[in-house]
């Protein structure tokens, strides 16, 4: 089945700590993207790729990488977590063409302590 | 400036009862939008989207979407509430800013069901 996934969905971490969130996606897509969303909050595009060795940074700064050697994968790091990177991050791919629908992950829930 | 707006921060209804949640967009074209919804602990689900046409569009679940221009608008609506669309609603819009396409997402719309 067609499906996005996101690895882990909760972590709590201590400050200092690299992390890596994963995203996966077997919808055969081209593009991917990561948001950020605070409680209660819109989500803000951080990151997103075209493809293969595409990767852009979106509107909201933010201090974590992405990289993209496989299509399908499309993982988000942290070198040094902090309290403020404390969020819920969201994964989503899409196709091509402008007007294709972004499809979401189930999120991963952040706490760093 | 390109924004989307979601007046109802949280909205409550009676189940059985019909619900219209606001959205409006600003953008010097017509964007292309869509609803979201997202249940507590979980990623975004499409319910529907517009990109051109027919102004009303249907979507899953029974929820409904009318665009119109002349307000720059897309509510979206549902005649008859379940408690299980108890649900955080996300309108968005597809635009051009900063030099590429990017889905503007308003700042969401609580929905609570009443039994």
């Known amino acids: 089945e067609a499906d996005i996934y996101q690895t882990p969905r909760y972590l709590v971490i201590g400050t200092g700590k690299k992390i890596t969130l994963e995203c996966s996606q077997t919808?055969?897509?081209?593009?991917m993207y990561w948001y950020q969303q605070d409680p209660g909050m819109e989500l803000h595009l951080i990151h997103y790729?075209?493809?293969?060795?595409?990767?852009e940074k979106g509107d909201l700064s933010s201090e974590s990488t992405v990289s993209r050697i496989r299509t399908e994968h499309f993982p988000l790091t942290l070198e040094s977590a902090r309290p403020s990177h404390t969020s819920q991050y969201l994964c989503?791919?899409?196709?091509?063409?402008?007007?294709?629908?972004?499809?979401f992950g189930p999120g991963t829930r952040l706490l760093v302590l | 400036a390109q924004s989307v707006t979601q007046p109802d921060i949280h909205i409550t209804v009676s189940e059985g009862a019909s619900l219209e949640l606001r959205c409006n967009y600003s953008y010097g074209a017509t964007p292309y939008l869509f609803w979201y919804v997202q249940s507590p602990g979980q990623g975004l689900q499409l319910l529907l989207k517009?990109?051109?046409?027919?102004?009303l569009v249907q979507g899953i679940k029974g929820f409904e979407a009318e665009f119109k221009r002349s307000q720059s608008s897309f509510n979206l609506r549902k005649p008859s509430v379940h408690w299980s669309d108890a649900a955080e609603y996300f309108c968005a819009a597809l635009m051009f800013s900063g030099g590429y396409n990017k889905l503007i997402f308003g700042a969401g719309t609580r929905l609570a069901v009443h039994p």
């Open positions: 989503a791919s899409s196709g091509l063409k402008i007007q294709e629908t972004q499809y």
């Open positions: 517009y990109f051109s046409g027919d102004t």
């Open positions: 919808m055969g897509h081209d593009k």
């Open positions: 790729s075209y493809g293969v060795n595409s990767t």
